[in-house]
C-alpha cells in the first residue's frame, strides 16, 4: 500500500539520514528498487516526471504497476508514489489517478504566485493525506524541457513557502540535474546552513543527487537534507550493463535476446546502484 512521504521524512529528519527518491521509467526500474528497498529494509520514494508518467502510458497505469508490484513481490517497506517537477495540472491529474505524494514545481514562477499555488495544492492534497513538496530557487540542468540556471535559493522564500505547510522543500544550492561539468562549484553550504534556519523542522530535498560527492551528500543531511533524488545514475548503470550484454553478443547467444535476458543485466545493475545510494544516504533498515 503506497504512503504519503511525510513521515518516513520526519523520521529521516530526526534521526539524521535520508530516504532516496529513485525515478522509475519502467517495470524494470520499479521492480528493481522496490526489490532493493525491501532487501534492505529501506523505506523509499518513487518519482515519476510528468514525461516519463506519458511514456509508461498514463498515470493510471503507473499507479496500477506500482501497487501491483507492492502486492505481487510482497513489498513490507513504506512506499510514496511521487510526482517529481510538477506542474499545476500535473499535480491535479496524479492526485485523481492515486499518487501518494506530490511535488509542485513552482520555482519559475514569482515568488507571490509560487505562494499562491502552492497554497492551493496543499489544500487539495491534504484533504486525501497526501504529502507535497514545493521548490524555490531553480535546480541547475534540464529535466524534461524544464530549465534551470542553479539559482541560489532566498532563505526568506523558503520560509514563506515553508510556513504554507508544505511536508518537504527543494531548495536549489548549487545542485543540478544530470552530469555534473567539470567546472562545478560544488553545494552551498552556507545557503543550507541559512535555509535551514529559516524552515527549522522542515524536511529539505536535494535534487540531482547523481555525481555528488559523498562527503558533500554527508554534511548536507547533517544539515537537514532528509530525503535525495537519483535518476541519472541509475540510467547511465542500466545503459553501461545493457552496452556491455549486446557488445559481447550475448543477444545472439541461444535465446539471449529475450526481453528477460536482455534486460536482466540492466535490471541487476540498477539494484546495485540504488543499495549503494541507500547505503550512503544510512537508510538501510529504517523501515
Known sequence: MLVSAKEMLKKAKKERYAVGQFNINNLEWTKAILLTAEENKSPVILGVSEGAGKYMGGYNTVVGMVNGLIRDLNITVPVALHLDHGSYEGVLKVIEAGFSSVMFDG?????????????????????????VEAEVGSIGG??????????????????????????????????????????????????????????????????????????????????????????????????AATRKYIESEKDLEGKGFDPRKL?????????????????LFGSINKA
Open 107 to 131: 520555482s519559475h514562477y514569482p515568488i507571490e504566485e509560487n505562494i499562491e499555488k502552492t497554497k492551493e495544492i496543499i489544500r487539495i492534497a491534504s484533504e486525501k493525506g497526501i504529502s
Open 142 to 239: 534540464e529535466e524534461d524541457g524544464v530549465v534551470g540556471a542553479g539559482e541560489l535559493a532566498d532563505p526568506s522564500e523558503c520560509k514563506a513557502i515553508a510556513e504554507l505547510g508544505v511536508t518537504m522543500l527543494a531548495a536549489g544550492i548549487g545542485n543540478i540535474h544530470g552530469k555534473y561539468p567539470a567546472n562545478w562549484k560544488g553545494l552551498s553550504f552556507e545557503t543550507l546552513e541559512a535555509i535551514k534556519d529559516a524552515t527549522g523542522d522542515m524536511p529539505l530535498v536535494l535534487h540531482g543527487g547523481t555525481g555528488i560527492p559523498e562527503d558533500m551528500i554527508k554534511r548536507a543531511i547533517s544539515l537537514g537534507v532528509a530525503k535525495i533524488n537519483v535518476n541519472t545514475e541509475c540510467q547511465l548503470a542500466f545503459a
Open 263 to 279: 534486460l536482466a543485466p540492466g535490471f541487476e545493475a540498477i539494484k546495485a546502484t540504488v543499495k549503494e545510494k541507500m547505503e
